[in-house]
């Protein structure tokens, strides 16, 4: 883990870190890939990766409408509105 | 009884925030399923107890309102609540351990269900492949009735469990014969193994050396799952919107970055880091593999013994800013990624086989 790196990860994921909060992050990192390196002493060798630890039997159901909300209800927590529609900064040229 | 709510799991009636400046405010549409399945069990909700933000850290100390701090140590909400007996029991979300280091601290008992039969829906997702609606509570009777009301199959969550497997929980059989030690995790257990042995329980130690590599494993895929579950949070479509911004990016950008706060911003960095093309096969997916050697070891425990006595924590109070949630959840980690059940009583933490709480609550019966 470098500089650059971390510049590229706060990029991907739209955030600034304060130099500050960059140092703490590049600890962290190390910390980790320390951790990580226990991992590696272990054979998976022949071994399936295991996603959900229990089996998921089906997300599959019948489309039928259950609870439904009205428009102004799921827009009752958003920062801005007009009309009916979510607001943000022209993004079009 | 009456019921406190951590607030990871969404209320109707009261804000949720998950800890997190970005969600100050925020009123859901509906109420998480346990919510429902608590008030037709005759239970009440007394309230919502303050988390650490998106409940990953040690006890709540992450949280927008700051940490709680008593005699220079970190305080849980939740715990504080139902030992001041201003509630009788709490639900708590357990992503990384915290409800299970809160009862260890506090004298309560923490029960961590097996993953899947107690319904997730409405809970704010964080690392949805390991955690739980978990039960914090000051007896194991208190606990028990708890987890009668709230456990169950429910339809609207896809990792619910069929109703015969939530039954289980509830029905299976309370008998237990031998515990194994983890003595890889060190600590003194000896005054719960004298209890265990004086009640007719053949205590064993076993090295347990691969479960060390619980934390390492389960921080990745926690990390990972975090950066994508936050993802959602934009400023655009509800919670925090910064006020000064020149176009979309920077609305995304300043937003996220002045609402998180500083150890919820390393972990997305962390668990973007592990999911990208350079690092996806040799850590993300090493972790997946791990998880499997880890359950599967497990299972092989539980052929001979009917649970695992580990720490729950390395002390019995955190000064603040001493302790590293990434390396004290070594304790916690272990059940977390596998799913299975675990208990704290008596301030030692039990791992049980899926759908053994009946043997986690004798035992955990035997330890209060």
């Known amino acids: 883990m470098d500089r650059e790196i971390l510049r590229h990860l706060e990029m991907l994921n739209q955030l600034q870190l304060t130099e500050e909060q960059k140092e703490a992050a590049l600890a962290f990192f190390a910390a980790r890939e320390q951790d990580n390196a226990l991992l590696d002493t272990i054979d998976t060798e022949n071994v399936e990766r295991m996603v959900h630890v229990m089996p998921i039997m089906t997300v599959v159901r019948e489309d039928v409408v259950k609870q439904t909300f009205t428009r102004e209800a799921l827009q009752q927590d958003a920062p801005e509105t007009d009309e009916g529609y979510w607001c943000v900064p022209r993004v079009v040229e | 009884m009456k019921i406190v709510l951590d607030d990871l799991l969404l209320t109707k009636d009261m804000p949720t925030t ?10 859901s549409l ?3 399923e346990v919510i429902a399945r608590l ?3 005759g239970h009440t909700v007394a309230g919502k107890a303050a988390v650490g933000e998106f409940g990953f850290d040690l006890l709540g100390e992450t949280s927008a309102d700051g940490a709680l701090i008593a005699n220079g140590a970190l305080q849980n909400a939740a715990a504080k609540s139902v030992k001041a007996r201003k509630a009788d029991a709490a639900i708590c979300m357990d992503v990384n351990g915290y409800p299970r280091r809160a009862a ?3 004298g309560l008992i923490s029960l961590k269900p ?7 829906f409405g809970t704010i997702p964080v690392a949805c492949s390991g955690e739980t609606v978990s039960i914090l509570a000051a ?4 606990c028990r009735e708890v987890l009668r009301a709230v456990v169950g199959h429910d339809d609207k969550d896809g990792t619910s469990l069929p109703a015969s497997d939530c039954d289980r929980v509830l029905q299976g059989a309370d008998t237990v014969r031998k515990v194994a030690v983890l003595d890889v995790f060190g600590g003194d257990l000896s005054k719960a193994e004298q209890i265990l042995t004086e009640n007719g329980v053949d205590v064993c130690h076993v090295d347990g050396k691969i479960f060390a590599a619980a934390r390492a494993a389960w921080n990745i895929l926690m990390s990972a799952e975090l950066c994508n579950n936050v993802s959602r949070y934009d400023g655009v479509k509800y919670g925090y919107r910064a006020q000064n911004f020149t176009g979309i ?10 609402a998180f706060g500083d150890l919820l911003k390393t972990v997305i960095l962390f668990g973007s880091e592990t999911l990208s093309t350079d690092n996806y096969m040799k850590v993300y997916d090493k972790a997946l593999r791990v998880r499997r050697v880890i359950k599967e070891a497990f ?3 539980f052929a001979e013994y009917d649970a695992v006595l580990l720490p729950a924590v390395s002390a019995m109070t955190y000064a603040p800013d001493t302790v590293d949630p990434f390396v004290e959840n070594g304790y916690t980690a272990p059940a977390s990624i596998t799913g299975l059940p675990a208990v704290v009583a008596g301030g030692v933490q039990v791992i049980g086989n899926a759908f053994s709480e009946n043997v986690l609550l004798h035992i955990a019966q035997l330890l209060s």
Request: net charge negative.
């Open chain 2, 139 to 142: 007896s194991v009777a208190d």
């Open chain 2, 299 to 301: 299972e092989a425990l």
């Open chain 2, 114 to 120: 097996t993953y899947g039969t107690v319904s997730r």
């Open chain 2, 30 to 32: 509906f109420d998480a």
């Open chain 2, 249 to 258: 990016d920077e609305l995304y950008t300043n937003s996220r970055t002045e």
């Open chain 2, 104 to 106: 260890a601290q506090s």
């Open chain 2, 39 to 41: 008030q037709a069990a």
């Open chain 2, 18 to 27: 998950a800890g997190s400046r970005m969600l100050a405010g925020y009123r």
